[in-house]
């Protein structure tokens, strides 16, 4: 909790060092790296930092904590906080790092705000900083924790023992223990980092949910090809596609993310677009696998038929659960029946049930739709989880 001196000073600065946030974020962002290039070489994602999107989410997480504390003291953001400890484990973040992020986003502040940064400013925004970081760090400690590895080590060396093309754009690579041993167990919805080494000595990392049931001795993950030219977006999907087949050796993290499957009984409602089938496969794998006879509404929209990921088993596993239905939509005609439809995914011409939970996955636009539908349908919003791919900019807007 924060202290009452601070938290009136944060509650005074929160404006002036809300509206600066950005600036802030980014300037952080260019003089750490100046001074540990190795850090942008070897773990930031480069196609996020040049979109602009980390520095968004830094500054969201950020002001979204500071709000907090001060204008609900009792309250833990445990769901934004939860998220950003998953992400950092995929990764192998470690407590140590949280110290040069504290000295150049503490410096970029009092750049950007001058003499606005009194001591007791700095005193009052340097509690917020380690309260924060001081929460994500035991989090973080409790996952590295339970996956039985020290903190960092999460990495292990995974064999592709199958390549599938999932669509036009989309392959997927079943992936097996190096070591001959079995495959860690995961949560259905959780997702792996992948590590790789580009052509100019970078080595990028990318997370990519897991696209199959847990079954204890393989992993299978989706990846989606990405086009628009030369920018870091999509560098390291595009590198998998060109160079990794049956045979090669990936170097993955073990299982980690907060989306995942609930146990119960209550109806569930996975909806999803594009790529973001993804972890709902996993989801649908595991009910299947698992005789679940759960009532459950999947809706799926995409450009097309043909840029549908693993269309077919999706519909596979639907049948093959007795209370499942499927509910499509495709931006580009295809042929109408009582499953599919053309345009956008509109869940206002489908039935929700009762008490559901709902899981959503895709482009943020479709997420926010969708989201909106459900609580105008009265779901509560503790009952809808979602997943983003890439830096939470879904937190950063305020959601």
């Known amino acids: 909790m924060l202290s009452p001196e601070s938290t009136a000073i944060v509650r005074a600065t929160l404006p002036a060092v809300g509206a600066a946030i950005g600036e802030i974020t980014t300037l952080f962002y260019r003089r750490m790296f100046a001074d540990h290039p190795e850090l942008e070489r070897d773990l930031f994602n480069r196609g996020n930092q040049a979109a602009g999107d980390q ?43 949280y110290r040069i992020v504290h000295k150049y986003l503490f410096a970029a502040i009092v750049e950007v705000l001058g003499e606005a940064v009194t001591p007791e400013v700095a005193t009052a925004w340097d509690e917020v900083y380690w309260l924060m970081a001081g929460e994500l760090i035991a989090l973080e400690a409790k996952l590295y924790s339970e996956a039985g590895v020290e903190p960092g080590q999460a990495w292990r060396g995974m064999t592709v023992v199958a390549r599938t093309q999932e669509s036009r754009d989309a392959v997927s690579f079943t992936l097996r223990p190096a070591d001959g041993s079995p495959a860690p167990a995961f949560r259905p919805g959780q997702y792996v980092s992948v590590a790789v080494r580009l052509p100019d000595g970078t080595r990028q990392i990318r997370q990519y949910s897991l696209s199959a049931g847990p079954d204890g001795a393989q992993w299978r993950i989706t990846v989606k090809r990405m086009h628009g030219g030369d920018t870091p977006a999509g560098e390291v999907s595009n590198w998998l596609h060109d160079n990794i087949d049956s045979g090669d050796l990936l170097t993955v993290s073990l299982p980690f993310g ?5 146990e119960g009984d209550e109806p569930l409602l996975l909806a999803s677009a594009g790529i973001g089938c993804t972890p709902m496969i996993g989801m649908l794998d595991h009910l299947a696998a698992t005789g679940s006879e759960r009532a459950v509404t999947v809706v799926h929209g995409d450009r097309s038929p043909a840029d549908h990921a693993h269309a077919e088993q999706l519909r596979t596993l639907v049948a093959a659960l007795p209370e499942a239905e499927l509910h499509r939509w495709y931006e580009q005609p295809a042929e109408a029946d009582g499953e599919v439809r053309t345009g956008l995914v509109d869940l206002a011409q489908i039935e929700i049930p009762q008490g559901v939970r709902a899981y959503l996955c895709g482009p943020l636009p479709f997420m926010r739709a ?4 459900l609580l105008r349908r009265g ?10 791919f890439g830096p939470d900019l879904w937190l950063a807007s305020g959601n």
């Open 258 to 262: 907060d989306l995942t499957l609930a």
């Open 55 to 97: 520095p968004k989410a830094l500054a969201g997480a950020v002001a979204g904590y500071a709000t907090m504390l001060v204008e609900q003291p009792d309250v833990r953001p445990g769901a934004m906080l939860a998220r950003i400890a998953h992400k950092h484990v995929s990764l192998g973040i470690t407590e140590d790092q």
């Open 370 to 373: 969708t989201r909106a539908e």
């Open 379 to 388: 779901v509560p919003a503790q009952s809808i989880h979602y997943e983003v």
